[in-house]
């Protein structure tokens, strides 16, 4: 039987400005990548998240970005590896302290947004931002864009890893998510994401746009929490899964 993870980019508020439907979403997910108050997110938020995930028995996770709330952690920014290393760590501890109050553990790390892109292409960069993690928490488990450059750093450290794949984003022909920017890169259509995914899982393998398939090994899909129609998105996908005999387990 195949088995599969479900992950959410969430707690991505920010005092009084909502991010998506967390609570809901939380009835979906197996697994909650909780951001960490520099690309979005705050201590209030991160407590009521983290009890969220407590009272579903979703898998916590720290979701550590740029300090960017503008952008949303969206904007490649240039730092250097210590500064990179000191973030990675702030972001790593701040979730620990929060899931420890509310009785749970951070169990894994995802990078975000334009620190998670710039990694996948730069396998140095990863290795700095996990090798940071991984002196807080040796038994922590890093989620990597599979057969990228995350990955190849995390096979590298020997870490406990867990190969992603997103559900609602268009790949380029090495494995990388297409620019947001670019017409089709985030997907709407559940008919079609369902069918999608179901085949990348058949097949062990990533589709890209133009059909390529880049075999990988996938552990967990991301369901993002704020694209348009992201509930029914995840809720269809959940039930197609299941449906075909997939079993949701998080990691």
């Known amino acids: 039987m195949l088995k599969v993870d479900l992950n959410s980019d969430i707690g991505e ?7 998506g439907d967390d ?39 720290a979701h550590p970005g740029f300090a960017d709330l503008q952008g949303f952690g969206r904007r490649r920014l240039a730092l250097s590896a210590a500064e990179v290393a000191n973030l990675v760590t702030y972001q790593l501890g701040a979730a620990q302290a929060l899931a420890r109050a509310a009785g749970g553990r951070v169990r894994h790390l995802k990078l975000h947004g334009a620190l998670s892109n710039m990694a996948s292409e730069d396998a140095t ?3 700095v931002c996990f090798e940071a993690a991984l002196k807080v928490q040796p038994d922590l488990v890093i989620m990597v864009l599979a057969a990228t450059a995350m990955e190849q750093a995390a096979r590298d450290l020997g870490c406990a890893w867990a190969g992603e794949i997103f559900a609602d984003r268009a790949y380029a022909d090495d494995a990388t998510l297409v620019d947001r920017r670019e017409p089709g890169a985030v997907l709407h259509d559940p008919a079609v994401i369902s069918g999608r995914i179901l ?24 369901l993002h929490g704020d694209t348009a129609g992201a509930l029914s998105i995840a809720r ?3 039930r197609d899964l299941e449906a075909a005999g ?4 998080r990691l």
């Not at 508020?13 to 991010?19: C, E, I, R």
């Not at 085949?199 to 991301?222: H, N, Q, Y």
């Not at 997939?246 to 387990?249: C, D, E, K, N, S």
């Open 13 to 19: 508020g920010f005092g009084p400005w909502k991010m």
């Open 23 to 61: 609570a809901a979403l939380m009835e979906v997910i197996s697994s909650a990548n909780i951001a960490c108050g520099f690309h979005a997110g705050d201590p209030d938020v991160m407590a009521a998240t983290m009890a969220l995930a407590q009272r579903h028995g979703v898998g916590i996770g």
């Open 125 to 127: 960069l990863a290795r």
């Open 199 to 222: 085949t990348m899982l058949r097949e062990g393998a990533i589709i890209a746009d133009s059909g390529k398939r880049i075999p990988c090994r996938i552990d967990t899909i991301c």
């Open 236 to 238: 269809g996908l959940r």
């Open 246 to 249: 997939v079993q949701i387990a």
